[in-house]
């Protein structure tokens, strides 16, 4: 239990990294936000990482960051350095810095109740099977960077992988066997590292082609990309039966901020651009969303905005509602009650969404929160 800076409010669900409740966050942003540089510091300096996207030097367009990095420095998300007065990206096609594994599908993906492999959606030309894939395998790739700096980060053990492990994208195509029906990218966050998703995805994607296989290209990730790669993601997307999976972390910027250490405005315009797919192959869904129910500020009000922008894109976007369990610098936080979960399963279809799914029903506290 911690008490906010600002209005010294005391309850279970202010998290004693930011030491700061929602509403002061949302409507008092500029007393809010050195309580709020100081929790990134806190977070990203044991890494050598910069605490906020750098704003003096050569600018990089691969995201919503914008970095601008100093001379010997790098960029926000810790793969992009200024040498020499040259930018020069430290993951390549030739050596991404990342983990891989084989999961059984289905899976419990975010997309696993729309896609082809736990659904059977888009049979036969996507699907294996006209229902879950049982017997076959996703590649899961995850990536050791990303381009936000999430407080509750569900995956933080990426950070102490950082320039450690890595593959070529060519080597990772050549882990797709013939039981393998998807490759999902996630991490830390592909956007970081989307050149060598990118060609990992297209020579696998040969490879499938001259087989006559299946093979579904999926990314799960924060949309932080810039509009460029988004749509070559989405091409390969439509082209193999996958999605990109739009992981919305709140729909206030000043929120947003807070939790991740950086502006949302980049996501939000992405996907605008990628809605307009949709009716290019509406099964399976190419897009999906999903939000992690984090208690004391992803709440029904945050839920219900995010539903709404969603809606006016396309109603028919599925939406996934996630439960949280304390981890990374909000450990001190209580895991999403079941009351809290129904109140933004609600609140989203309320909005106007069609397809709203409650996700991680696992992990729901029975009470709500004292």
């Not at 990206?89 to 997309?111: E, F, I, Q």
């Not at 036969?124 to 076959?136: C, M, R």
């Not at 994208?169 to 590292?193: H, I």
Request: charged residues 20%.
């Amino acid at each position: 239990m911690a008490t906010c800076k600002l209005c010294h409010k005391t309850s279970p669900t202010i998290s004693g990294a930011l030491a700061l409740c929602r509403d002061c966050i949302v409507e008092r942003p500029d007393e809010a936000r050195p309580y709020i540089e100081s929790a990134h510091r806190r977070a990203r300096e044991p890494y050598g990482l910069p605490v906020a996207p750098p704003r003096k030097g050569i600018l990089c367009r691969r995201c919503g960051n914008a970095c601008a990095i100093p001379e010997g420095e790098r960029g926000f998300c810790g793969m992009v350095e200024n040498r020499e007065g040259r930018l020069r990206l430290l993951s390549t096609v030739r050596r991404g810095y990342l983990s891989w594994y084989y999961d059984s599908l289905p899976t419990n993906c975010v997309a696993s109740w729309v896609c082809p492999a736990g659904s059977g959606a888009g049979y036969p030309q996507y699907s294996l099977k006209d229902g879950p894939e049982f017997g076959y395998r996703n590649l899961a790739v995850f990536y050791h960077s990303c381009t936000y700096d999430c407080l509750f980060c569900q995956n933080s053990h990426f950070r102490d992988l950082y320039l450690k492990d890595g593959a070529s994208a060519k080597n990772l195509a050549e882990a797709v066997d013939d039981r393998t029906a998807c490759v999902c990218y996630f991490g830390g966050d592909p956007a970081s590292q989307v050149e060598h998703s990118l060609q990992t995805s297209r020579l696998a994607l040969r490879e499938a082609k001259r087989q006559g296989r299946i093979l579904r290209i999926c990314w799960e990730t924060n949309g932080s990309m810039s509009p460029r790669i988004a749509r070559q993601m989405m091409d390969i997307t439509l082209q193999s039966g996958g999605c990109i999976k739009f992981d919305l972390k709140s729909a206030d910027e000043n929120l947003h901020i807070a939790l991740t250490g950086v502006s949302n405005s980049q996501t939000w315009e992405n996907l605008s651009i990628l809605a307009e797919y949709i009716p290019k192959r509406p099964i399976p869904p190419p897009l999906v969303a999903s939000s992690l129910l984090v208690p004391g500020y992803v709440d029904e009000t945050e839920v219900a905005e995010i539903a709404r922008r969603l809606a006016d894109l396309n109603p028919e976007i599925p939406y996934s509602l996630l439960g949280f369990h304390p981890c990374h610098h909000m450990s001190d936080l209580p895991t999403t009650s079941r009351t809290h979960a129904q109140r933004c399963y609600r609140a989203a279809l309320g909005a106007g969404l069609s397809r709203v799914n409650l996700a991680n029903l696992h992990l729901l506290r029975g009470e709500d929160y004292g």
